[in-house]
């Protein structure tokens, strides 16, 4: 049988922070990866025109092509920009939710205060 949770575990369960280096570092993995392997997966591939879509990334990515080189270059670039993303999402998403706690606890201070007041006369 389950101990039931008090509130505050669960608020605390439901209001944790993320880690956002480990966020970044997460998303950096996955984002890396992702471009080498596609990249990789194209030039394995072959053909007489390769990755006509994937070679837009040079756009973004300066020194990119769809080659092994290539590749090895946008991995890095994933890891970079993914890093940098991941960091983001999680720095915002805690700066939301410690924003929303505060107004929450305002709010509800402000409520007491005005409602002990009402009942003086």
Not at 31 to 45: E, M, P, Q, R
Not at 84 to 104: C, D, K, P, Q
């Amino acid at each position: 049988m389950e101990r039931l949770q008090s509130t505050d575990e669960l608020f605390i369960r439901a209001f944790a922070r993320v880690h956002a280096i480990a966020a970044g570092v997460a998303s950096s993995i996955v984002f890396g990866f992702g471009v080498f392997s596609a990249t990789a997966i194209l030039v394995l591939k072959g053909g007489n025109e390769i990755g006509p879509n994937l070679i837009l990334l040079a756009q973004y990515f300066p020194g990119y092509s769809v080659t092994w080189p290539g590749s090895l270059i946008g991995g890095a670039y994933g890891l970079v920009f993914g890093f940098i993303g991941g960091w983001s999402l999680a720095f915002l998403r805690n700066l939301a939710v410690t924003v929303y706690l505060h107004a929450v606890r305002l709010w509800a201070n402000l409520s007491a205060e005005h409602f002990l007041d009402r009942f003086d006369s």
